[in-house]
């Protein structure tokens, strides 16, 4: 189960992320931060976490959902600049879906 979550994370981190960013050494990059994000993302929140291939993947899809919020708020050219844009949009993106996740699944997030 886990590594379909992952597989599917992954190859819509490919398809959606790959025009984020204008090189190939660009996007790798994004996409390595972005799995360490998901990492400390599930973590930071209450200490719990989704396991690694679950971490990797809230990374990957929080980095695509935050690059989507930025663009969305008018911030789109914060994510050229180098390594300071997918990391935001990683710790972001992440962080969000961390707390919408467990805000919907957890009954006792929050209290």
């Given amino acids: 189960m886990e590594t379909a979550i992952l597989f599917f994370a992954l190859m819509a981190a490919l398809i959606l992320g790959w025009g984020m960013f204008g090189g190939i050494i660009k996007f790798i990059v994004a996409l390595v931060l972005w799995m360490f994000i998901g990492n400390i ?4 929140i209450r200490g719990e976490d989704y396991g690694v291939a679950g971490n990797i993947a ?3 899809v929080g980095g695509i959902f935050g690059g989507f919020l930025l663009r ?8 050229n600049i180098w390594l300071l844009g997918p990391l935001l949009s990683g710790v972001i993106g992440a962080v969000l879906l961390v707390y919408v996740t467990r805000w919907t699944i957890d009954g006792n997030f929050g209290k």
């Fill in 41 to 44: 993302a599930g973590y930071m």
């Fill in 58 to 60: 809230l990374g990957l």
């Fill in 72 to 79: 969305m708020v008018g911030l789109g050219g914060v994510l």
